[in-house]
């Protein structure tokens, strides 16, 4: 079955007026919402950048049944993923059975601010993203746990609000390499290129058969032909 959602675009929003456009978007019918998690901006003069878990918490108080999927977050640096485990189990209890959480390998422009050195290799990012997703659902199971991988380290942590629902986590996925890990370790995908049809097939060959994707495409739209090529 097709589903149409909505992205709250976080760079081009204030987070007060995010939380409205969810609500509009309830009410306009759509399905689901997608919201963007960055620490800048991808070009300064779109002049937003709030916190998208913040904002995550208003949309599950003016919200009733649209679902929720970050679109997406970085579990590698700038988040811990014990941070990230916490966060979405948070979201998805105030939120029953209407938040999923979308990971990806992040970029460099919003992960370099806490200092470090960004990975610049693919295989090694992917690596970084299994570890951290196997953290997620090892602290997702409850009980105090342990991990000590090759990238991270989780020590005596227990995440005491577990929803009932766990939500279910999207991988992105931007090319054959990344959708072959997205069908080994997510319960779906997300893509936001154009011509998906080689990604989806290397999705489904890699263990995502039967597994729901989600393909993102940018529409600009306005009261006037003008206002729509500004806005663009």
Not at 36 to 47: E, F, I, Q, R, T
Not at 75 to 86: C, D, E, F, G, K
Not at 106 to 113: D, I, P, S, T
Request: charged share 20%; aromatic share 10%; glycine share 10%.
């Amino acid at each position: 079955m097709v589903e149409i959602g909505y992205k709250l675009f976080t760079e081009a929003h204030s987070a007060s007026e995010l939380v409205k456009n969810a609500r509009l978007a309830e009410d306009a019918g759509f399905s689901f919402l997608s919201i963007s998690d960055h620490y800048l901006p991808w070009v300064a003069n779109h002049g937003h950048a709030g916190f998208a878990w913040c904002t995550i918490g208003g949309i599950s108080q003016s919200t009733s049944r649209i679902k929720v999927s970050t679109g997406v977050t970085c579990p590698l640096m700038r988040y811990h993923p014990a941070i990230v485990a916490q966060a979405a189990a948070t979201a998805a209890s105030m939120m029953p059975g209407r938040f999923e959480l979308g990971l990806g390998t992040g970029e460099n422009l919003n992960e370099h601010v806490i200092g470090g050195v960004f990975p610049t290799s693919e295989p090694v990012r992917l690596d970084m993203l299994r570890e951290a997703v196997n953290i997620i659902r090892t602290l997702w199971k409850g009980g105090m746990q342990d991990y000590y991988g090759a990238y991270y380290t989780v020590d005596n942590a227990q995440i005491y609000e577990l929803p009932e629902q766990l939500p279910q986590i999207r991988i992105s996925a931007e090319g054959p390499m990344s959708a072959e890990v997205a069908g080994e370790i997510g319960d779906a995908l997300i893509y936001f290129e154009q011509k998906p049809e080689e990604v989806i097939e290397t999705f489904r060959s890699s263990g995502g058969e039967g597994k729901s994707c989600m393909i993102e495409t940018v529409v600009c739209y306005g009261r006037s032909e003008e206002e729509t090529k500004r806005t663009a």
